[in-house]
């Protein structure tokens, strides 16, 4: 079955996951698949990713971060740029996501970066995602 959004199939399986407590996803691999699964990372999002070689394929496994209590550590995704209607944004309009409490995920021509980077650093792109 083909996928027409893989980015959002990726959100969407972390949604899920989190729904149902379950500790990691298994998405297939594309770079750009990687790049997120690192950003969130490096913000404390999630916990730790891999990409897992599985016969020809690639697939990436991003396991999922919950705090003390249970509760999952992203409260919520939410897709920006779509097929259908690609966002681009340049640094003027660039606002943190709720007021600093979240963050957003940009490919520059730079790599993949977060709204707070792309702010300090004065550059754009396409908006990929919010996350909070």
């Known amino acids: 079955m083909s996928v027409t959004d893989p980015i959002a199939d990726m959100l969407t ?13 298994v998405v297939h691999h594309s770079k750009m698949k ?13 916990k730790n990713y891999r990409v897992v070689a599985d016969g020809n394929l690639k697939k990436v496994i991003v ?12 409260r919520g995704l939410k897709r920006v740029s779509k097929p259908g209607r690609r966002v681009y944004i340049n640094t003027k309009k660039l606002k943190p996501v709720l007021g600093g409490l979240g963050n957003g995920v940009i490919s520059t021509s730079q790599g993949v970066k977060t709204v707070k980077q792309c702010i300090q650093e004065k550059i754009g792109g396409e908006y990929i995602c919010q996350v909070w």
């Open 63 to 74: 396991y999922l971060k919950y705090t003390e209590d249970g509760q999952p550590v992203i």
């Open 34 to 46: 990687e790049a997120i699964a690192a950003l969130l990372k490096e913000e404390g999002y999630v």
């Open 13 to 25: 399986r972390m949604r899920n996951a989190h729904m149902v407590n379950k500790t990691e996803v």
